[in-house]
């Protein structure tokens, strides 16, 4: 009975509780043009960093989020910034620039960060311009609005239209 109560039940007592993630799990949906828009992706803080052109470089694909590669799901065809997005999942991601950015969306949806992707993979990609945010944003935040998905982090907002 001894040996069994040491095997059985002290591995019980070692079980810690699970560590909470730096950069935690969010899902923001809204409706667009009769389609239902899904984004999921981790939410890094800034945590006194610089972020722009340093945690995230210019001019490198970034994953847009922390761990996972961010997705955006759409139920119907939609068309952002004019140009055609078929329904499905995609894996978003995104080209950093001092003011314009690169938007992209990539068939390969289920990716872990940026190690694997594939520009062949792109099903679309957009040009668009970055803004101040109207305050500070200390953890990483997507937003669906009426016509929008944008995303707010640090001092900087990125969005695109959706029709």
């Known amino acids: 009975m001894i040996i069994f109560s040491l095997l059985f039940v002290t591995p019980s007592f070692s079980q810690d509780k699970p560590k909470e993630k730096k950069s935690p799990a969010a899902t923001v949906t809204g409706n667009i043009a009769g389609s239902t828009i899904t984004i999921n992706y981790s939410q890094p803080s800034v945590r006194e960093r610089k972020i722009w052109g340093d945690l995230v470089p210019y001019n490198k694909v970034w994953r847009t989020g922390a761990n996972e590669a961010t997705t955006f799901e759409t139920t119907k065809d939609i068309k952002v910034e004019g140009v055609l997005l078929p329904a499905g999942k995609y894996a978003l991601f995104t080209i950093p620039g001092e003011s ?11 990716q872990w960060g940026s190690f694997k992707y594939e520009e062949k993979d792109d099903q679309l990609r957009i ?33 695109f239209g959706v029709k």
Do not use: Y
Request: without cysteine; charged residues 25%.
């Open 127 to 159: 040009k668009v311009k970055a803004s101040k945010a109207p305050a500070f944003t200390e953890q990483l935040t997507f937003f669906v609005d009426k016509s929008k998905v944008f995303f707010r982090w640090e001092n900087l907002e990125v969005g």
């Open 100 to 110: 314009e950015w690169t938007i992209i969306f990539n068939k390969t949806a289920s």
